[in-house]
């Protein structure tokens, strides 16, 4: 059976800009959001690797480095990238954005493998 889907407000869409990283800690998990094209990706922010905070890596396109020893996950679905296998996946959650206010919601259940090409 399918998990029910929980979504949680975050934050809202004008506290992130084009490229850009933010931490929020719903429910006391540590979770990075990223804005590129103008869509939002919530992905677990802290490395698997030694635990760098993955909102203050480098965002280039949909990779984002560690900034710790550089592993990169796309963070459309926090999968590692081949060439950095000393970090494993993390957890990606499905964004839903609020028509009417921009608010971001995440679903903290939702591992987001929707999006994974
Ligand atoms: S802690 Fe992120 S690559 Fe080492």
Same mark, same amino acid.
């Given at each position: 059976?399918?998990?029910?889907?929980?979504?949680?407000?975050?934050?809202?869409?004008?506290? #992130?800009? *084009? &490229?850009? /990283?933010?931490?929020?800690?719903?429910?006391?998990?540590?979770?990075?959001?990223?804005?590129?094209?103008? $869509?939002?990706?919530?992905?677990?922010?802290?490395?698997?690797?030694?635990?760098?905070? #993955?909102? *203050? &890596?480098? /965002?280039?396109?949909?990779?984002?480095?560690?900034?710790?020893?550089?592993?990169?996950?796309?963070?459309? $679905?926090?999968?590692?990238?081949?060439?950095?296998?000393?970090?494993?996946?993390?957890?990606?959650?499905?964004?839903?954005?609020?028509?009417?206010?921009?608010?971001?919601?995440?679903?903290?259940?939702?591992?987001?493998?929707?999006?994974?090409?």
């Amino acid at each position: 059976m399918a998990k029910e889907q929980q979504y949680q407000k975050v934050a809202n869409k004008k506290d #992130l800009k *084009e &490229g850009g /990283l933010l931490k929020i800690e719903p429910n006391g998990k540590s979770i990075v959001l990223a804005m590129v094209n103008g $869509n939002v990706y919530a992905m677990d922010s802290i490395c698997s690797h030694e635990g760098g905070p #993955l909102e *203050e &890596g480098t /965002l280039e396109g949909y990779n984002l480095t560690c900034p710790w020893h550089y592993a990169v996950f796309d963070i459309r $679905n926090a999968t590692v990238s081949d060439a950095t296998v000393w970090a494993t996946e993390l957890t990606s959650y499905l964004v839903k954005i609020e028509e009417t206010t921009d608010d971001i919601l995440i679903d903290l259940q939702g591992e987001n493998k929707l999006q994974q090409q």
